[in-house]
């Protein structure tokens, strides 16, 4: 069973719990127990430059008012476009394990209509007028950031809020995280390190890519892939201790790892260096 905790995310991931508390989010206190899996893949190494560059924005599949920006291919820039909704898919798609990416977009740059989420690759990239274009049609689930709502087939049915609490809508902050479970078949977000919990359920057996839909104008958006957890590739002994180890001195630069009368080998292991 998962633990109800505030996530701790490492190097190259979305924030520490230290600087996740720095300041006030109305997200604290609605998460959900985590899954143990989650739990342990947040804990492994970043994926690696490699990694991420495969699990990019698709400048190749995409609404042709989309251009991806840099040799990284992690930035997806929106053309100054009016009446359009546009969307881009990144570049991998999932249909086994366990996956997390990042998602940074700017509140001030998402104009009337971001949303973010995941689609199979028929799913529409381009729509005239501005609207939720992903999660409007069976061929894709989003998360609508400015009013909560959880879409998938809006043409024929009502958004669900997510999370579903009272006081909202909230203001989801410029970086959260979303998490991909093929295997279980959901898909849920991550926010100032709180495990929402599933906003999609019954994706199992569809190959999956992430993707986002704006109507917004030199909007810009970054995706920086965390890492995956496969069946076949199940954590070694070694990543459960040196994450039970982390639990107990703490992460990030503060941690007490450097105080431990250990070798210098084993003091990078334990911060992933």
Not at 229 to 252: Q, T
Request: net charge positive; hydrophobic share 35%.
């Amino acid at each position: 069973m998962g633990t109800k905790m505030g996530l701790i995310f490492f190097k190259g991931g979305q924030q520490d719990q230290k600087q996740a508390g720095e300041r006030t989010s109305p997200f604290r206190g609605l998460g959900l127990p985590a899954p143990v899996k989650l739990e342990v893949l947040l804990g492994l190494p970043p994926a690696s430059a490699e990694e991420r560059l495969s699990n990019a924005w698709n400048a190749q599949d995409c609404s042709p008012n989309y251009i991806v920006k840099g040799d990284s291919q992690m930035t997806a820039h929106r053309l100054q476009v009016t009446q359009s909704t546009d969307c881009i898919r990144g570049r991998a798609g999932y249909s086994t394990g366990l996956h997390v990416w990042e998602i940074s977009w700017p509140g001030a740059q998402r104009g009337s209509h971001a949303v973010v989420g995941v689609a199979t690759a028929e799913a529409p990239l381009h729509s005239q007028s501005y609207q939720a274009l992903v999660g409007s049609n069976a061929e894709s689930w989003g998360w609508e950031l400015g009013r909560n709502l959880c879409h998938h087939q809006s043409k024929k049915q009502r958004g669900k809020v997510y999370p579903d609490s009272p006081g909202g809508p909230f203001q989801v902050p410029d970086t959260f995280s979303v998490v991909l479970d093929a295997d279980e078949g959901t898909l849920s977000f991550l926010v100032d390190g709180e495990y929402l919990g599933p906003a999609f359920t019954g994706l199992k057996g569809k190959k999956l890519y992430p993707i986002i839909s704006s109507v917004r104008g030199d909007s810009e958006v970054t995706i920086k892939y965390v890492n995956s957890l496969l069946r076949h590739r199940l954590p070694h002994l070694s990543e459960l201790c040196g994450r039970s180890i982390r639990d107990a001195v703490g992460r990030g630069k503060e941690c007490g790892v450097d105080s431990l009368p250990l070798p210098a080998k084993l003091r990078n292991f334990m911060k992933h260096e």
